[in-house]
């Protein structure tokens, strides 16, 4: 009793949202105006002729670097397969195995993360006249997602969490399911945050 107390309180000081009125469709043409003004200063399409060698360069790079990887990919899951067939067996069993597994699992993960790095990369040169400080944040958007997706791999039914450190196939589940919806949440909070940086 005494918590519901307090929270009533607490939530009587809380500023609510104003309400949608005549005057909120009034003050909106003004509103859009200023806010489509300071997205124009962040979006620039000057510099796209300026780094098109060197990016193209990349681009290529990381594109065939993916197709590598993707072409690979078969292989890839056999070994993790034969990796996981000789733990706790007495004759093949190694402390190298739960290492390898993490790296070809992250190498799995790489595809996903180039392609959105290339989008990230591509979007930079064309868009933003700050470009400098846009590719450190794609790095880090790159990063994040890296990451993310190498969780997700971890996680999976019947993969390293549970094969290799012995979680349950619930647990790793749950935490899966979890885990899927903060992709987007930190992706956009971090959008967020770079475009309200002054």
């Not at 005494?2 to 929270?7: E, I, R, V």
């Not at 949608?20 to 489509?36: G, I, R």
């Not at 070994?79 to 190694?94: F, H, V, Y």
Request: glycine residues 4%.
């Amino acid at each position: 009793m005494l918590l519901q107390n307090k929270l009533q309180q607490q939530s009587f000081w809380v500023k609510s949202n104003n309400q949608m009125d005549l005057d909120w469709f009034k003050n909106l043409p003004s509103a859009l105006t200023f806010q489509l003004r300071d997205i124009g200063k962040i979006f620039d399409f000057s510099n796209w002729r300026d780094n098109i060698l060197g990016a193209g360069i990349t681009v290529i790079f990381l594109l065939a670097l993916t197709a590598l990887i993707q072409r690979r990919k078969e292989r890839i899951k056999q070994k993790l397969t034969n990796i996981n067939n000789q733990m706790r067996t007495l004759d093949s069993d190694s402390q190298w195995h739960t290492p390898m597994a993490i790296l070809w699992t992250l190498v799995l993960c790489l595809p996903s993360t180039l392609i959105f790095s290339i989008r990230i990369y591509f979007g930079d040169i064309h868009l933003f006249s700050k470009s400098d400080r846009s590719l450190v944040w794609g790095l880090k958007m790159a990063g994040y997602w890296l990451y993310f997706a190498f969780m997700l791999a971890l996680l999976r039914p019947n993969g390293i969490a549970c094969r290799h450190f012995k979680m349950p196939e619930k647990i790793s589940e749950n935490f899966r399911r979890i885990l899927k919806p903060s992709v987007l949440g930190d992706s956009a909070l971090t959008e967020y945050v770079y475009f309200h940086q002054s």
